[in-house]
């Protein structure tokens, strides 16, 4: 299915249907690219590890998005409750080291 901008650029091309078909599945196609993650997603991904108690994982985003450099204040607020709350001093010194 063609947005309604793809049909009217292609309206006035005077391309047969079938390349008029292939050109509009690359358009799609890159939309299909993998995107990166952004601080969001792994924050999302944090409060999943956080109800399914997953600490590997959790450790695992958090250092990702550390390394991504995507961290931002609902990251880092996120693993120094977390690890609060689960009395981790190690994982804990580390989530501060790399807030400061």
């Known amino acids: 299915m063609e947005s309604t901008r793809e049909r009217l650029v292609c309206a006035g091309d005077d391309l047969p249907v079938d390349d008029a ?4 599945a690359e ?4 939309v299909d690219e993998v ?12 409060k999943a590890c956080t109800e399914i108690e997953d600490f590997s994982t959790f450790e695992d985003a958090f250092r990702g ?3 991504r450099g995507v961290a931002r204040s609902a990251g880092f607020g996120s693993a120094i409750r977390y690890r609060h709350k689960h009395l981790d001093p190690v994982f804990l010194e580390e989530v501060l080291d790399a807030v400061f």
């Open 21 to 24: 078909i292939d050109e509009a």
């Open 27 to 30: 358009r799609v196609g890159i």
């Open 35 to 46: 995107l990166l993650a952004d601080e969001n997603i792994y924050v999302n991904v944090l």
């Open 65 to 67: 998005m550390v390394a």
